[in-house]
């Protein structure tokens, strides 16, 4: 319910409000729970807009990240955002970033004016709102201790505590607009950022779902306070990772996948009951948008965005066991040491496909016995393995094998009896075979089929890209590569 008004007025319908409710007082971090009385000294604010970032030794970052929000066209229109930052450290990795985090409060206290402090719930971090140019900035500060991120979690609790005071503000009126953005430090949001999420959409294969997320465009760029020796050896690094992130979204889309997007943290926008449904993001200490996004996906539809992309600086950071950072650096050491970046085999991509239409034909084969649409969906597969795996009772052994590994018949059947449509069979078995088990899939196919193959053969040889005017010396086919890829993204 809507109460900043002291007017009760329905903000989503009983059911949903239940769900909401529910998250806040049972799921949601403990920061979240915030009070009437430590609000009361804030009845003149309110927000239309609220993006989330995590922040963990990014004084040379943030400000940056912030100007560009304070940029936009809905900050520079008099619309009101409110920018939830989470400073942390992580209680294994304290000194590391102990300096860096000092230098970004002594940057508040020193650009900002403060409106009220002492917001937190009792027994957790500390909580002030400071206003800065166009736009208000919550900092929740959980950056020294006693109040450091435990050393088994990371990133993704601190995304969920960002998040988490988005919805409680969104659920009890603070903010008007019920969709959550998250970026990061790194991040330079374009100036029609906010708009978009509150524009009409209508999702690519006709899916009736509501949007639960939206994924903006990206492309990493030059940081322009990067020295040019370390701008040159880690820009190659970045550019053969945004390959790759392209080259797996593209493989998946072609595949027929609907988990065809990227996973990257920095680029999401979610709707504030979704988030609720599905519990927020885990604590994980990586991969959270993975995760996230994974869940997401199984409540509404997943919508990549058009037009201007968010701005990813170029960096290699270890503040996170994987991701952008530390592949940036992992292949870096291979293009030091002369070892080629590999990925994927398109091969698997295509096993993929074939596989997504084995499912649909199992379920249009109404008048079929299972022991005859098992037969059917294993012939259909033999033929794609046929180039890769000569003998045919080897084959057919190893698809056997796998399809019971991974118990696709029992699923199968299941979303067969579960369903008195053709369409719910297929969103029954779509939402078991989702993101995770697609990525067992493909990995499966690669230890023991495909293989790996070189970034730009695999880019050659896939049937799934467009492939662009390939004239230049061939060391720089990967930036023709991947601003062609950037022009043709879905």
């Known amino acids: 319910m809507i109460e900043k008004s002291q007017v009760s007025v329905p903000l989503y319908e009983p059911r949903d409000q239940r769900t909401v409710d529910k998250y806040l007082s049972q799921y949601s971090a403990p920061e979240a729970r915030l009070q009437s009385s430590q609000l009361s000294h804030l009845a003149e604010r309110d927000w239309d807009y609220v993006v989330t970032i995590p922040a963990c030794g990014e004084d040379e970052f943030l400000p940056g990240a912030l100007d560009s929000i304070n940029e936009c066209w809905v900050a520079r229109s008099n619309k009101k955002v409110l920018c939830i930052v989470v400073l942390n450290g992580n209680a294994a990795r304290e000194a590391e970033f102990k300096l860096s985090n000092r230098k970004m409060r002594d ?9 009220a402090a002492s917001l937190n719930p009792d027994n957790t971090c500390p909580q002030s709102l400071v206003s800065w140019k166009n736009i208000d900035i919550l900092i929740v500060d959980r950056s020294q201790k006693p109040w450091l991120i435990p050393s088994d979690q990371g990133v993704g609790l601190v995304r969920k505590i960002g998040a988490d005071i988005a919805l409680y503000l969104i659920a009890h009126g603070w903010i008007s607009c019920p969709w959550i953005h998250t970026t990061d430090a790194d991040a330079r949001v374009p100036d029609d950022y906010f708009l978009r999420a509150s524009e009409p ?15 903006y465009p990206y492309q990493h760029i030059p940081d322009p306070e990067m020295e040019q020796h370390d701008h040159q050896r880690y820009w190659s690094a970045l550019t053969d990772y945004e390959l790759w992130l392209r080259y797996y979204v593209e493989g998946l889309e072609w595949a027929g996948s609907s988990y065809a997007y990227p996973s990257i943290g920095s680029l999401l926008a979610f709707d504030a009951l979704a ?3 599905t519990r927020g993001f885990p604590k994980r200490m990586a991969g959270e948008d993975f995760y996230f996004q994974n869940k997401l996906a199984k409540v509404g539809a997943m919508i990549t965005l058009k037009g201007k992309p968010i701005k990813l600086l170029t960096r290699a950071s270890t503040r ?4 952008t950072g530390q592949g940036t650096i992992s292949i870096d050491k291979m293009n030091l040491s002369g070892d080629a970046y590999t990925v994927y085999h398109p091969g698997v991509f295509y096993f993929l496909k074939t596989f997504n239409k084995a499912v649909l034909a199992w379920f249009e084969g109404e008048n079929l016995n299972d022991k005859q ?3 059917q969906f294993i012939i259909s ?3 794609v393995l046929q180039l890769k795996i000569k003998d045919s009772s080897s084959r057919r052994k190893w698809l056997e094998k796998l399809l019971d590994e991974l118990n696709i018949f029992d699923n199968l059947q299941a979303a067969t009896k579960r369903s ?10 779509n939402v078991w075979f989702d993101g995770f088990r697609t990525l067992k899939l493909i990995h499966r196919l690669r230890d023991d089929i ?8 695999a880019l050659q040889g896939s049937a799934f890209l467009q492939i662009p005017e390939l004239k230049a010396d061939s060391a720089k086919l990967k930036t023709i590569w991947l601003e062609s890829l950037r022009a043709n993204s879905h």
């Open 107 to 115: 940057w508040f206290s020193k650009h900002c004016t403060p409106v």
């Open 201 to 215: 959409h209508i999702s690519i294969d006709g899916n009736s779902l509501l949007p639960s997320c939206f994924i």
């Open 275 to 277: 988030y609720a449904r």
């Open 320 to 323: 996170v066991p994987f991701g």
């Open 373 to 375: 649409g098992q037969k």
């Open 381 to 383: 597969l033999d033929k």
């Open 420 to 429: 008195k449509s053709l369409q719910g069979a297929c969103n029954q078995f």
């Open 450 to 457: 495909y293989g790996s193959l070189p970034l730009l053969d």
